[in-house]
């Protein structure tokens, strides 16, 4: 242990003070103090909204165009007896179909067989919920699924559901008109939509759903919140499918539909670094609970999601879900890395493909990312068909800290760091079938719960700074400077873990001098 006086801790108080300025990317001076911070215009949301991913619930993996009204609000009641709403899945995103056409004065008309009391009413009953309203639309002239589309009507549609009271647009790429092909013509294209909602006055999230086309990644963040960066996932964790043609996010001219899990997550590595607060690279709606994927295979979508700062909207039928699912999506302390202030990506520090002679098939990979408070995340993802043996170093994990350029020797890999294994207090299946058949006790919080966890009462960042049982796991371990930490993971499964440094003390009170 070296004494909190020691040059290196120094430093690392340093590092920390600094990074906590650009991670929160504040853009306002804040008088009160008298100190000003410092305003970097631009480098934060382009409208203010969606400083971390959002969270919520979309009908299309499972309900594709089978849309109504009792849908939204059945689902929306669900959610909340489940404690969904209040783990911060607090968007209720109704996708395509909901439309009959356009009325003489050119706006859209809402369905008013599927939506019988009509989508203001709708919109006041999901905000009573403590929910926010989502809509769908394309930038094309048609939906996907052959409806209107709001291509040369975006002001009249974007007024009509802000009188509507919308909180959220997901706007799709189909029946374009052949306007991309270029970044700019996909930036032009998005952007009118993007100027039609900040002119409607109204808080709107921008979720554009463009597939990644375009490199949406390199261009959007000046224009919306969350940008899709693959074609449309589907509920396979890695079968290569023929329709969905790219392996790599950069430049792939033909999204296409049918990615699987791995092949999402493996876009995602080349383009970490253009995920920040205000926009997020979207992986697609989850599909757990659909039933194409184990286990083990959900725990790994839902982590690599959450870990890449992916939006997470929910993307199955609520009422039927399985208590085993309802647990993957209930974990608190991995919901608290997706939600965490850094809003960055995860980075891939190593990738092996495994000998398929002895495995079947598949790789093993080491993805990293650096939290708000100092934390470190790791996740071992054995894709292969055996059990593995997995290993990360500690020159593995801070890597880019030590090529980051500077002369002496990073300050993480001085440290010794805790290891809590973020998915040992998963919620037992009794426990998550006593609150889906409505016989828990109480979905009750209080400070020494490891399952359950209610982010409206207190925020993902104010639990961590409490050292929130529920967020942190179970201490599995320690590893010191050049160290090495293994673990078992089985097939089709990953290891998450929060690293802590021990040395923390001594950099927080560094902070505060
Ligand atoms: C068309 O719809 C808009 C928005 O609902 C409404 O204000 C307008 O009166 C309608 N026009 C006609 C001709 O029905
Ligand atoms: C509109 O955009 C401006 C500048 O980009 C931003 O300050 C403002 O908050 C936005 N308003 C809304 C309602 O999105
Ligand atoms: C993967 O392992 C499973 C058993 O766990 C086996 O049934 C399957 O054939 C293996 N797949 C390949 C491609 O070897
Ligand atoms: C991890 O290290 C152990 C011990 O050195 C070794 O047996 C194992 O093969 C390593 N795992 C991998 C995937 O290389
Ligand atoms: C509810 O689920 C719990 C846990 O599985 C079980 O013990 C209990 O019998 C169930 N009650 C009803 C009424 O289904
Ligand atoms: C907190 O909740 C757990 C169940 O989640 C219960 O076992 C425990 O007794 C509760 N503690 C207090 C202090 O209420
Ligand atoms: C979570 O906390 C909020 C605010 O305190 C409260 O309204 C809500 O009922 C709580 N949720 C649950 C499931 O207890
Ligand atoms: C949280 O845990 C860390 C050690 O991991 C400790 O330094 C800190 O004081 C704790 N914070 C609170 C509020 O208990």
Redesign the pocket.
Known sequence: MLPSTSPSYFTAALLLVGKTVAHSQRRYIDNSSGTPETVIPGASSYNGLNLVPQMGWNNWNAFHCDVSEDLLLSTAQSMIDLGLRDLGYNHLVLDDCWSIGRNSSGYLVADYVKFPSGMASIADRLHSMGYKFGMYSSAGVFTCGKYPGSLGYEQKDADLWASWGVDYLKYDNCFNQGQSGTPKLSFDRYNIMSQALNATGREIVYSMCNWGNDDPFDWAYTIANSGRMSGDIYDSFNRPDARCPCTSAIGCAWPGFHCSVMNILNKMAAITSRTMSGYFNDMDMLEVGNGGQTDSEYVVHFSMWAINSSPLLIGTNIPTLSAANLAILSNPAIIALNQDASAGAAVRKYQYLVDPDETGEGEIALWTRTLDNGDTVIALLNAANTTMIMNATMEDIFFDQATSGAYTTPPQLLATW?IYDLWANRMPEEEAAAIINGTAATIGFNSTSTTRYNATATSYAEGL???NTAL?GVKVGEIAPSGTFSAEVVRHSVGVYRL?A?A??QM?KRDEL
């Open positions: 805790d700074a409490n050292n942190m802590r021990q923390g003390i927080r």
